[in-house]
């Protein structure tokens, strides 16, 4: 056993609804170690969100449930916390990055009182201090004058400034671990740019390990060390950055990167993937991209494919590398 | 799709700042500047602030102790007695002046206990939701089918006329619309996006409830307050009116029911105070609009 600093082991979650239960994140292992950037890629609706939030457990109950699985950090079961305990390790060991920074910060207090209260909360610092200690978070996320805007709300803010300063309040405990869900997709590009390579750079000041979960390719390659494509609620291929971009294997992988628009290369048309994700409630037997697969064959249909060893650190769930299997 | 790296020089940092910080007057500058757009409600706030100062500033306005016995019974209004004197030959104009005391008081006094007794409950039982809410509802909307007017007779009937029980008695009936106002509000809130990033940061209940929903859910608390206060003096005038109220404190409501017997004999015992609580009800109820205007901003574009 080497030791994760994140261990996720079989997760199933699960949502009971009235029409039926749909398996938004269903039999996900994956792991993450200590310093290391791991990117969650996959579509809308494939059940990425729903993992990071498994892992914070703040799966919206009901109906959402997290049936199955263990998450350990640093060997711990983060499934068997008590409430207290898991509020504990929120923000303090685990820190979370959302999407959209117009809508997670609270419109009604200063920038200031929002920080310190996770520090007042977590750290037992005195006001002042906790103060002190925002303006730090501030300036290292190169806020501009952080002095003068720890005491602006929100709406005086841009979207990348608000997008900093959710950035630093999730940072400022210095969490062992940060989960961004799609920490750009609001903003536009020129600000993704910039905030990217803060969080690089955050990487290296604070050594923290990184989940990214984002749809964008693009910030995949800015970041990860490691890359997990998510189809329809499973993991179907993981491999390290170079692996993914230079030798993907899985047909949705291959798929989804020839489907980008580059820009050295000239397409006549965009090739896309046929067919719609599936749905949830009624996954397709097998395997669950089987009805819109190129090489689809006839075992396809009939078992799930299992996690087949391609290269060192490249797996893939694909019946077309059976015979590749160790 | 990303732009290439390149280092970030001061000139880029000036325009983020330019581009990022739109500085605004202060908050409290922009509320005024809502507020005093609605007319009414600027006279409203004067009203209401004259009877501030009025109440304070009794003694000194009148030379009279409103319960002594000054002059001949029933002078009409007069330079000496600007309102009258009553049956007993008391000064009403003292009367007048004295009894905002006890009317904004109450009114204040009980606002404050049933915005209080309210928000805890409203809050709890929407944050919390499932079991606790409804048996909270439940419970308010016993309070709510009482008939309120006559659930305070009896309750000061029973517990004593002071000025406290009064109080008490109106802050305890009165709460359960604020309790449903903040319980609508908290349910909705909670739900909000940063609630679910103040959680994520491992923010406890109490913390999340108090300090960080509370702040969104002020302005519909402090515009029913508002209206709560004057509500509250009518109530306690209905009680004064029906002998019901603090017989050691003069009082707009004891002043009328004193001069029921005489309406005939003396209009003036019973229209000076009657226009008072008018005039007071009416301000509080305009500040209460105004506040609306001015809080809820967006609900006024019409």
């Known amino acids: 056993m080497t030791s994760h600093l994140l ?3 079989e997760l199933k979650t699960y949502f009971f609804t009235s029409e039926g239960i749909v398996k938004a994140v ?16 996959g579509e809308s609706g494939c059940g990425k969100t729903m993992t990071a939030f498994s892992i914070m457990r703040l799966v919206p109950s009901p109906p959402g449930r997290i049936v199955q699985g263990r998450i350990l950090l640093r060997g711990k079961d983060l499934l068997q916390f008590s409430k207290d305990e898991m509020r504990e390790i929120r923000g303090r060991e685990i820190g979370m990055v959302f999407q959209d920074p117009m809508t997670y910060l609270n419109p009604v207090m200063r920038i200031s009182e929002q920080m310190t209260e996770v520090l007042v909360e977590h750290q037992r610092v005195s006001g002042l201090q906790a103060k002190q200690r925002a303006i730090e978070m501030l300036e290292r996320m190169q806020i501009p004058s952080p002095d003068k805007v720890v005491n602006y709300y929100p709406y005086q803010l841009s979207g990348g400034m608000r997008q900093r300063v959710l950035i630093a309040m999730a ?16 903003l536009d590009a020129t ?19 990184i989940l990214m979960i984002t749809h964008d390719l693009g910030i995949i390659a800015e970041i990860c060390d490691r ?12 491999a390290d950055v170079y692996g993914i971009f230079q030798r993907p294997k899985h047909p949705y992988t291959i798929g989804l990167l020839s489907s980008i628009l580059r820009i050295d290369k000239y397409k006549e048309v965009l090739p896309t993937i046929d067919g719609v994700v599936p749905d949830l409630m009624n996954p397709p037997s097998g395997c669950r991209f089987h009805p819109r697969c190129p090489n689809v064959m006839s075992v396809c249909c009939e078992r799930p494919p299992p996690s087949f060893v391609v290269e060192p650190s490249h797996c893939v769930n694909c019946w077309l590398y059976e015979s590749e299997k160790e | 799709m990303l732009l290439s790296d ?42 209401v602030c004259f009877f501030i100062l009025v109440s304070v500033f009794a003694p000194r306005i009148v030379s009279n102790a409103p319960f002594s ?8 209004p007069s330079d000496e007695y600007p309102m009258g004197t009553d049956d007993l030959g008391r000064d009403v104009f003292s009367g007048v002046v004295y009894g905002s005391r006890v009317s904004l008081l109450v009114g204040f006094m009980a606002a404050a206990t049933s915005t209080f007794i309210g928000t805890l409950i409203g809050a709890f039982s929407g944050y919390h939701g499932g079991r606790i809410d409804s048996m909270l509802m439940r419970i308010t909307e016993v309070f709510q089918v009482v008939p309120r007017f006559f659930m305070a007779l009896i309750l000061v009937a029973l517990f004593g006329a002071s000025v406290w029980n009064v109080i008490f008695v109106i802050g305890i009936l009165s709460w359960p619309v604020t309790a449903r106002l903040v319980r609508a509000e908290y349910l909705s809130l909670k739900e909000r996006e940063f609630i679910e990033a103040a959680t994520a940061l491992g923010m406890g209940h109490l913390r999340i409830v108090f300090s960080e929903i509370l702040p969104n859910a002020l302005p519909p608390i402090i515009v029913n307050s508002s209206l709560q206060v004057g509500s509250g003096i009518l109530v306690e005038a209905g009680l004064s009116f029906l ?55 967006k609900l006024k574009e019409r």
């Open chain 1, 7 to 9: 261990k996720i082991e």
């Open chain 2, 243 to 297: 002998g019901l109220g603090d017989p050691s404190m003069i009082s707009w409501g004891y002043m009328l029911n004193n001069a029921q017997r005489f309406l005939r004999q003396a209009w003036w015992m019973a229209s000076f105070p009657g226009m008072a609580i008018f005039l007071t009800v009416l301000g509080l109820n305009l500040v209460g609009d105004g506040l609306n205007d001015a809080l809820n901003p």
């Open chain 2, 69 to 76: 016995l000054v002059a001949n019974r029933f002078i009409p």
């Open chain 2, 6 to 47: 390149r280092t970030r020089s001061s000139d880029d940092l000036e325009l983020l700042a330019e581009r990022g910080l739109r500085e605004r007057p202060h908050r409290i500058v922009q509320f005024w500047n809502r507020y005093k757009k609605n007319r009414a409600a600027v006279v409203g706030l004067i009203i």
């Open chain 1, 26 to 41: 269903d039999d996900v292992s994956l792991h993450i170690d200590a310093n290391e950037a791991v990117g969650l890629v």
């Open chain 1, 171 to 186: 940072m400022s405990c210095e969490p062992s671990l940060l989960i961004m869900d799609e920490p750009t997709t609001a």
């Open chain 1, 227 to 238: 890359v997990c494509v998510m189809y329809a609620g499973k993991i179907i291929e993981t």
């Open chain 1, 191 to 209: 600000v993704q740019a910039q905030i990217l390579r803060l969080i690089r750079r955050l990487r290296k000041d604070f050594g923290s390990s």
